[in-house]
């Protein structure tokens, strides 16, 4: 009797023992098992859209910048600016520094996706941080001291009307006369508030007139006014800083739209670097990682 329950006893201890090292031998085979198809598919699918996304990030960069050389050795003044009194604010230097950077920030990710770097994605990662936090700042700076900046910037554009504008230039195309000149006959416009914003500057001392872009009929002279004249009935009565912004408003559905491609853009950059940094890693942790190997992931 004592004899058959031992059998038992140790018949029930070995099949409780091969059924648990049959439960860890295929725990082991399961976590040795290669990734699904699946996963290789959707890892390979972000690498090749985020690639291809900075490649044409990357055109339009170099698009950018042949158009900010052009107008930069096309023109002897500042591009297309209405404070020359700050150079780097004019047409050419923005279009120029913000061509250099997206180059910048596109052939790390292009190149770091394709050659499935660390160093260039987590570089690229830093630098949307960096873009990221910077519009974050301004926006929040601009929303904050809002009645500052407008106050400062209508300062400064009464500062280049009253120094900057000359009638020798005027008809020259990308100098700071003819650009305020397309802006007030655009807009239908005059000056910065107000049309005596022109009044006695120093292309025209002690006359009390404005520019012939300044007219709603316009003419040659028709900025002159003499003694009991009526000119300034035919002179655009609201300021182009006024109407820029009405302008901007009215069109705010177009800003809103762009704003939310360029942050759709950067969000996916960040998280597809991210996935493809940690991915990268993973690989080259178990081994499984190729420099040279741009087809098979």
């Known amino acids: 009797m004592g004899r058959k329950s031992a059998n038992r006893e140790s018949c029930a201890i070995e099949w409780a023992w091969d059924d648990s090292t049959e439960s860890h031998l295929r725990r082991e085979e399961f976590s040795e098992r290669p990734p699904a198809k699946m996963g290789r598919t959707g ?10 996304l900075n490649v044409l990030i990357w055109l339009c960069a170099c698009g950018m910048l042949g158009a900010g050389l052009w107008m930069r050795f096309s023109y002897p003044y500042a591009y297309g600016t209405l404070v020359p009194q700050h150079s780097y604010a004019s047409s050419d230097v923005l279009v120029l520094a913000t061509g250099c950077f997206t180059f910048v920030v596109a052939f790390f990710g292009c190149c770091g996706a394709w050659f499935q770097s660390r160093f260039l994605l987590i570089t690229y990662f830093s630098l949307v941080i960096l873009i990221f936090m910077a519009e974050f700042m ?43 000149d397309y802006i007030q006959s655009t807009f239908q416009c005059c000056g910065v508030d107000k049309y005596y914003d022109w009044y006695n500057i120093k292309a025209w001392p002690r006359e009390e007139r404005v520019p012939d872009s300044c007219c709603v009929h316009r003419e040659r002279y028709c900025g002159k006014q003499y003694d009991n004249d009526d000119r300034q009935l035919n002179w655009y009565q609201d300021g182009c800083l006024s109407a820029i912004q009405i302008w901007l408003v009215q069109r705010l559905h177009f800003v809103g739209t762009v704003g939310l491609v360029i942050g759709f853009l950067q969000l996916f950059g960040l998280i597809a670097s991210m996935i493809l940094f940690c991915t990268v890693r993973h690989k080259r942790s178990t081994h499984t990682y190729k420099s040279y190997d741009t087809t098979t992931t």
Not at 43 to 52: D, E, K, L, M
Not at 161 to 179: C, D
């Open 43 to 52: 890892y390979t699918c972000i690498r090749h859209v985020f690639c291809s």
């Open 138 to 180: 301004l926006g929040t700076l601009a929303f904050v001291f809002k009645d500052q900046v407008g106050d400062n910037m209508k300062s400064q554009l009464r500062y280049g009307i009253s120094e900057h504008y000359t009638e020798e230039n005027m008809h020259e195309s990308g100098t700071f006369s003819n650009f305020w």
